[in-house]
């Protein structure tokens, strides 16, 4: 649980350094704190090693999508996994894979996101 305090900051913090039209936007999305993904996911095909997900429509789709409402999760102990092998911070691997996930809200696909160094 230490872990998700900290995430939590960190989200509010990378939130609070957005500009403004963004941080508006990205309000309007949860964001999620586990510890990994569910086993049902996984036998879905998601990858066990992902670091976090977004679920639903993108913002501009929302109208339109009758599924579940738009979230982020963020899969923390992949996301230290993650640290110990590439010599990140705990900080940034979370500040990093929380703006992936809201490019994916605000409809970035991932060439969108590569270009802006969030792959």
């Not at 230290?80 to 409809?107: D, I, K, M, P, Q």
């Amino acid at each position: 649980m230490k872990h998700h305090a900290a995430a939590r900051r960190m989200v509010v913090q990378t939130l609070h350094h957005l500009p403004a039209e963004l941080r508006d936007a990205a309000r309007q999305v949860p964001v999620c704190f586990e510890d990994l993904p569910d086993k049902a996911l996984i036998a879905d095909g998601l990858d066990p090693d992902i670091l976090g997900l977004f679920v639903g429509a993108p913002r501009h789709e929302h109208a339109n999508d009758p599924g579940p409402p738009p979230q982020i999760i963020l899969y923390l102990e992949n996301i230290l996994l993650e640290c110990e092998e590439a010599g990140t911070s705990f900080n940034e691997e979370v500040r990093r894979t929380y703006l992936h996930e809201l490019g994916h809200y605000l409809g970035l696909d991932e060439e969108a996101l590569a270009e802006r160094d969030l792959d």
